[in-house]
């Protein structure tokens, strides 16, 4: 498998649930990012990993927890979330934390909080 | 902090017609990305530009950034359906910098 790959797709999940996001990137990459991206705004970035240390976090609230096990996986756990939450989760990588480096994105989860 | 808008938020184009997409920066870009992206999916890496002046193409889209770095432009000749989706751009705020700002999107609709 090439690239990078976001599982689940979907995501329904009640406010008092607990959940994960998992994010894979077969590209040797050494940065890996979280985005987030809501209806009719633009995309935000939630989460920088370089090397598996994290190296920014946009003032994103506490019951969003990343995780960087190694420089392929990137896992997003979920607590107790909002309904203003629900969006679409992009996971990115690149070669490394640059501008000049082009950013890979998966394909999304869309999560959905009831 | 850096903000882009897009232009049009969508248009929707007869296949075969030329459209253009602006993006416009509040602030000097030093770096400027184009993404394509599918409804609810990734996004599509299409070209970046550094220079002022530079231009680059891929197939039938152009993208172009003026001289002064606060505008880019992405021009798509023959449009075709199969450039449907949503355009979006980002640019890199400082030199070296990884967090990119992204505008809102420009949502493209081909008819056959």
């Known amino acids: 498998e090439t690239g990078v790959t976001q599982t689940p797709r979907h995501l329904v999940m009640g406010m008092t649930n607990k959940k994960s996001l998992k994010c894979e990137q077969h590209l040797g990459h050494n940065a890996m990012y979280w985005y987030k991206q809501s209806a009719k705004k633009p995309l935000e970035l939630m989460f920088v990993?370089?090397?598996?240390?994290?190296?920014e976090n946009n003032s994103v609230p506490s019951r969003f927890s990343p995780e960087c096990p190694n420089s392929s996986h990137l896992f997003l756990h979920l607590h107790t979330l909002q309904p203003e939450d629900s969006a679409l989760y992009l996971c990115?990588?690149?070669?490394?934390?640059?501008?000049?480096?082009?950013?890979?994105f998966g394909p999304g989860t869309r999560l959905t909080v009831t | 902090s850096q903000e882009l808008e897009q232009s049009p938020q969508s248009l929707i184009v007869q296949e075969g017609k030329n459209l253009t997409i602006n993006c416009t920066s509040s602030k000097t870009l030093y770096g400027l990305y184009w993404y394509k992206q599918k409804y609810g999916e990734g996004l599509i890496f299409l070209m970046m530009l550094q220079k002022g002046g530079e231009e680059k193409s891929h197939e039938k889209i152009t993208a172009k950034l003026d001289e002064k770095k606060q505008q880019s432009s992405l021009h798509i000749t023959a449009s075709q359906p199969s450039h449907a989706g949503i355009y979006l751009c980002?640019?890199?705020?400082?030199?070296?910098?990884?967090?990119?700002?992204f505008g809102k999107g420009t949502k493209l609709s081909v008819i056959p």
């Open positions: 990115a990588s690149s070669q490394r934390t640059s501008g000049w480096d082009e950013q890979y």
């Open positions: 990993y370089n090397f598996k240390e994290q190296t």
């Open positions: 980002g640019a890199v705020p400082i030199a070296g910098s990884y967090q990119l700002t």
